[in-house]
C-alpha cells in the first residue's frame, strides 16, 4: 500500500556538524511534502515544505531535496544546535490529500 | 493567539471508563484534525472536520470512539468504553483553508488506560 518510509530510525551527530534525514515514498502521485519537527512533550511543527514542481527547497539552516525519479526526500540541517534535537517526519499528499505522515527519525546533537 | 490548546495534558484511567478529549483550535482556521500517535503505528489520522462538518472518519479505529464539534471553537474526542490498546498520544490539529497544508498541533493529550 502507499506508504512514507525512513532510511533511519536514530541520527545521531555532534553540535555544528551538518544532519541529513531521508525518506522514501511510493505514490508517484504524491505533489506535496511537508516536514515536521516533534520535540519532546508537543505536537508536531512544520518547519518546511517542498512541492512536486521543485527538487530543492532552503530555509533558514534547513534544505529539503526531492528526487522525483526514484521518490526520495532529504531533509539537511546545517550547523545542528542542541536545539535541533527532535523527531523529524517527512510526510506527503496527493493533490490536495490529508497528509500521511512516516514514523519519524530522531536527531540527537551532541554539545 | 496561543495556540491549539488540548485538555488535559494527560489522563489515567481504567479500563472500561469513558475518556473525553478536548481541543480548542486557532481561530480562523476552518480544518480540524484528530491524530493518535504510538510507536508501532506512528501518527495516525483519526477524523478531520471542515467548517464544523466531520468529512472522514474513516480513521476512526471502532464504534468506541467518537468526535463532535459543535462549533468553530471547540471539539472533542471521547472513547467509551476505554481498553488498554487506546493508550496513546492524542493530537488536535488545525490549519487554514487547506487540509495538508501548515498544520499547526496542539501539545497532546498523553492517555494511558489501566
Known amino acids: 500500500g502507499e506508504s512514507v518510509g525512513l532510511h533511519l530510525p536514530t541520527l545521531s551527530v555532534q553540535e555544528g556538524d551538518s544532519a541529513v534525514i531521508k525518506c522514501t515514498y511510493s505514490d508517484s502521485a504524491s505533489n506535496y511534502f511537508p516536514w515536521y519537527k516533534q520535540e519532546l512533550g508537543k505536537g508536531p511543527q512544520l518547519i518546511i515544505d517542498i512541492r512536486s514542481n521543485m527538487d530543492k527547497r532552503q530555509g533558514q539552516r534547513v534544505t529539503v531535496l526531492l528526487n522525483k525519479t526514484v521518490k526520495h526526500l532529504s531533509l539537511q540541517i546545517a550547523a545542528t544546535q542542541p536545539g535541533d534535537s527532535a523527531v523529524y517526519f517527512c510526510?506527503?499528499?496527493?493533490?490536495?490529500?490529508?497528509?500521511?505522515f512516516g514514523k519519524g527519525t530522531m536527531l540527537l546533537v551532541s554539545p | 493567539d496561543a495556540g491549539v490548546i488540548q485538555s488535559p495534558r494527560h489522563e489515567v484511567t481504567e479500563m472500561g471508563q469513558e475518556v473525553t478529549l478536548r481541543c480548542k483550535p486557532i481561530s480562523g482556521h476552518d480544518y480540524l484534525f484528530w491524530y493518535r500517535q504510538t510507536m508501532m503505528r506512528g501518527l495516525e489520522l483519526l477524523i478531520y472536520f471542515n467548517n464544523n462538518v466531520p468529512i472522514d472518519d474513516s480513521g476512526m479505529p471502532e464504534d468506541r470512539f467518537s468526535a463532535k464539534m459543535p462549533n468553530a471553537s471547540f471539539s472533542t474526542l471521547k472513547i467509551q468504553p476505554s481498553e488498554p490498546r487506546d493508550s496513546a498520544v492524542y493530537f488536535c490539529a488545525s490549519s487554514f483553508s487547506r487540509k495538508n497544508e501548515k498544520l499547526f498541533f496542539g501539545s497532546g493529550t498523553q492517555l494511558s488506560v489501566l
Open positions: 510526510a506527503r499528499s496527493v493533490g490536495y490529500s490529508t497528509l500521511t
